[in-house]
């Protein structure tokens, strides 16, 4: 199994610009979100998904959009980046999101915005 | 919604020495609190959780106790080693009509001096 995969590793993007985080598990893992990461901060819950067709905002959504059609993928978009939205994005999976499991990390994704 | 305090920021201790590292949560219905273990430029793995239906629970020099009338968790390694240093993350989950969500605390940067 390759886990959690994310792509890409780094990219730069300029104010204005989008793009699409992509997150994929092979675990048959029903749960699935994403986090962002700011230095010297913990991570914060950006979107959510209990399974394909289910998402939810978590604690800082504005400027991202979800989606989940297949319980393998879960793609972070982008819509205008903003450099506030300069991070290291962290995509997780879990077995079940109720009750919660282990939450398994993708290597992440560090997104800087000129 | 849930907040989630985590204390010291940085621990700095001798080789062979214990490590103690603590969480506060607000949210009385939280009922899984996991502690993550993030090395520099890697993405977080789980090092050991508890449920809310437990007090205690060890694995090898890591233990975490949980106290639900203060809301607090600790997270205690003995006999630590240079290989233990790291930042470590708190987190405590609460179910939502959703699924759960988890907030981690910001972190405790730990350093083990051979």
């Known amino acids: 199994n390759a886990g959690v995969t994310q792509t890409p590793k780094f990219q730069v993007l300029k104010t204005g610009q989008s793009m699409t985080l992509q997150c994929a598990q092979d675990m048959n893992h029903e749960y699935m979100s994403w986090y962002r990461q700011d230095p010297g901060m913990g991570l914060r819950l950006i979107h959510y998904s209990v399974g394909a067709g289910i998402t939810d905002q978590g604690e800082v959504p504005n400027g991202y959009n979800v989606s989940r059609s297949t319980t393998e993928d879960f793609p972070l978009r982008l819509l205008s980046a903003a450099p506030s939205q300069t991070s290291v994005y962290f995509c997780?999976?879990?077995?079940?999101?109720?009750?919660?499991?282990?939450?398994?990390f993708g290597p992440g994704t560090r997104l800087t915005v000129t | 919604g849930e907040n989630v305090e985590q204390h010291p920021s940085t621990l700095s201790v001798q080789e062979g020495d214990s490590a103690v590292i603590k969480c506060t949560y607000s949210d009385s219905a939280s009922n899984y609190f996991p502690w993550y273990k993030q090395e520099l430029g890697k993405r977080p793995q789980l090092i050991i959780d508890?449920?809310?239906?437990?007090g205690e629970k060890k694995d090898q020099r890591i233990a975490v106790t949980l106290n639900k009338t203060a809301k607090h968790f600790s997270l205690h390694i003995t006999e630590t080693q240079p290989e233990d240093s790291a930042v470590y993350f708190c987190a405590a989950s609460i179910r939502e009509t959703s699924g759960s969500r988890l907030t981690f605390g910001e972190g405790t940067q730990l350093t083990v001096n051979p």
């Open positions: 508890i449920r809310s239906n437990v």
């Open positions: 997780a999976s879990s077995y079940s999101g109720v009750p919660v499991y282990e939450q398994y």
